[in-house]
C-alpha cells in the first residue's frame, strides 16, 4: 500500500490538473509531496489562516464576511460607525493586497487599520452573548471541504493551528456554527477582552495584523516545541504575510505551501507563484488541500 501511495504522488492527482492550480516548480511539489506521503501522519502538522483561507472570500459574486465584517455588519453596531469602518477598510484593504509594495511597507499601515477598527468596535459596546447573534446574522462561511478536513484531522491526531489576524471569539463561532471546534485545533489570534458584566472593554494580549504573524509564531515557540517532532508542515494562506506563520518551528523538514488568490489576481499571481509551492486561484473548496491529505493520512 505504501509503495503504491508513493509512486501515486502528483501526477495522478486529479484536483492538481485543474485550470485553477498554478504550480511553478511541478518537480519540487511532486517530492515534497512523496515525502510527506512516506513519512506520514504521525509527522505532520497543518498551520493555517482563517480569513479568506479557511473562511470563503465570496459566493455568487458577493464578498463574505470577515471576523470583523461580522461585528461591523452586525444590527448591534450604530450606522455612523459602520461608516468609520467601510472608510478604514476602503482606505487599507487596497493597501493590503497592493502587489507593489513590500511588506515591511504595509506594516505601518496594517498597524494604523488594525488599532482603528479596535477602538471602534470597542466603542459599540458589544456584549458576550451578541456574538453568537452577530455570526448567525452574517454570510460568514467557510470553504466547502472544511467540516471534512476538520473532523479528519481531528481523527488522525493531526495538530492544526489556527493563525489569524482577525477575531479569536468570532473565528471559534463561525467555526462551531459551520462546522466543530475540535480538541487537536489551536487558535492564535486577537481575543476580546469582556469585563465582569460581560462587556467588550478591549483586545487582549500583543496585536497580530496580517504582515507580523512571523512575531507571533515566536511567542508560540512553545506550543512548536511540543511538536517539535512533527517536522513536515502544510500551511495554507491567502496573504504574503501567511508565509511566515511557521517562522521559529524548530527541526522543520519539509514545508509544503499551499495559497488561495482570492482578489487582485493578474497582479498577484507571479508573486504567489514564486512564493506558494501550489497557487490556488479563485478556489471557494478545500479539494487540493484534502486530496494531498487523504494521501498522507
Ligand atoms: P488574516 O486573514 O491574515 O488573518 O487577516 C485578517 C483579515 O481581516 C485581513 O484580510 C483584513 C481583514 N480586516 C477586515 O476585514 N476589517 C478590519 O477592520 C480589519 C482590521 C481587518
Ligand atoms: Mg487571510
Redesign the pocket.
Known sequence: VKIYKVMSCFSQMEELQKENVYIKDAERVEKLLCQLIQDGKSKLQIIT?????LSRFSINGKRCA????VL?NSSLVPESKKQV?DE??DT??PI?INAKMTIEEKIPFMME??TK??STIVACNFRREDLTRAVRESNAMLRDGCDWQFSTLHEHKVPMLI????IGDILEEIIKQHSQMYANMRVVSNYMDFNHDGMLVGFKGDL???YN?NEGALRNSDYFTTLKDRRNIILM???M??LRMADGVPNMQHILKIGFLNDNIEERLEKYKEAYDIVLVSDSTMDVPNAILKKIL
Open positions: 489562516d482563517f480569513d479568506m483561507t470577515t471576523c470583523h465584517n461591523e469602518l478604514l477598510r487599507y484593504y493590503e487599520w488594525w477598527a479596535q493563525f489569524s489576524a482577525g497580530v495584523h496580517t504573524k494562506g491567502d496573504s504575510g501567511d
